[in-house]
């Protein structure tokens, strides 16, 4: 597995790039899905839930490497990947897409599954699956060669170990969810109940129909100014097809089109247009108009 230069600062939680800094998943999760999670739960009794989750971790990474088990959380969590046969390959790995995210991996396995340790009152396997679906997706960016395997969660509570196993969230929904976070973009989760609603998702969605239309039209502008400089240069050069490893380009001669005027051909000839005319059915669509 390839080792990221993102540097990880302990003290303030920091990930740091060429003096860039990168957002934690922590943070995307907050500000797109589980803004409330926390809400009621007073300052006081957070930090100190998450220096107690730290110290654990902490332990739990200590016995991977070491063998040395400092508390009962840690005795439990080796207990489990004893009877689960779990063999670690690296823990607290950073990975990131060296652009704008980072995060640690809590556990990686021989099977490049990903685990993640909780040591919450309760385990929101829900959160869970955005959380590791993410390092997932991470993981994949950093390791191109490598596929992530199956994502768990060990939740150390109440004097045992438990290992649950969450879905993956697909590619596409990770990336559309980090696009919307970079760009500062509503993301929506929840699909309509009824027409009015679905209006409504139209409406709070409708910042990133805008964007993406207009890259996706400066992306066709660029590939057209493209393909006119490369077909003056082939011209000049008398080159007729150019091919890389994953594309080629193949100079087309100019010609004559041949057609046929079907508006004058239904107006003075209408049974024979009537005669050769083709029905085909095509699907419901909506057709959206960026004013």
Request: aromatic letters at 8%; glycine letters at 4%; a negative charge.
């Amino acid at each position: 597995m390839k080792i990221s230069n993102v540097i990880f600062n302990e003290s303030d939680h920091t990930y740091i790039l060429d003096g860039k800094h990168l957002q934690g998943v922590t943070g995307i999760l907050k500000r797109n899905l589980f803004a409330d999670k926390y809400a009621d739960v007073p300052e006081s009794v957070l930090k100190k839930a998450s220096e107690r989750g730290t110290a654990i971790h902490e332990a739990c990474r200590f016995a991977d490497i070491f063998g040395l088990i400092e508390c009962d959380e840690a005795g439990h969590y080796v207990a489990l990947c004893r009877s689960e046969n779990i063999r670690s390959i690296a823990n607290e790995y950073l990975v990131s897409d060296n652009e704008n995210y980072a995060t640690m991996i809590d556990m990686v396995d021989e099977n490049y599954n990903l685990y993640d340790i909780k040591t919450t009152s309760v385990l929101d396997e829900e959160y869970l699956s955005w959380q590791l679906s993410i390092n997932a997706h991470l993981f994949e960016i950093q390791n191109p060669h490598l596929k992530a395997g199956k994502l768990f969660g060990i939740w150390l509570r109440n004097g045992e170990a438990k290992l649950v196993q969450v879905r993956r969230i697909d590619k596409e929904t990770i990336e559309t969810l980090l696009y919307c976070d970079q760009n500062g973009l509503p993301y929506i989760v929840e699909k309509p109940a009824n027409v009015e609603d679905a209006i409504q998702k139209l409406s709070d969605l409708e910042q990133i129909i805008i964007v993406q239309k207009a890259e996706i039209e400066a992306i066709e502008k660029r590939q057209e100014d493209l393909k006119a400089f490369l077909l003056e240069q082939m011209e000049k050069a008398g080159v007729k097809k150019w091919e890389t490893g994953n594309i080629a380009v193949t100079y087309v001669a100019p010609s004559t089109r041949t057609t046929i005027d079907s508006r004058r051909l239904k107006d003075e000839e209408p049974e024979i247009y009537n005669s050769y005319t083709k029905y085909t059915e095509t699907k419901q669509s909506l057709r959206i108009k960026i004013k």
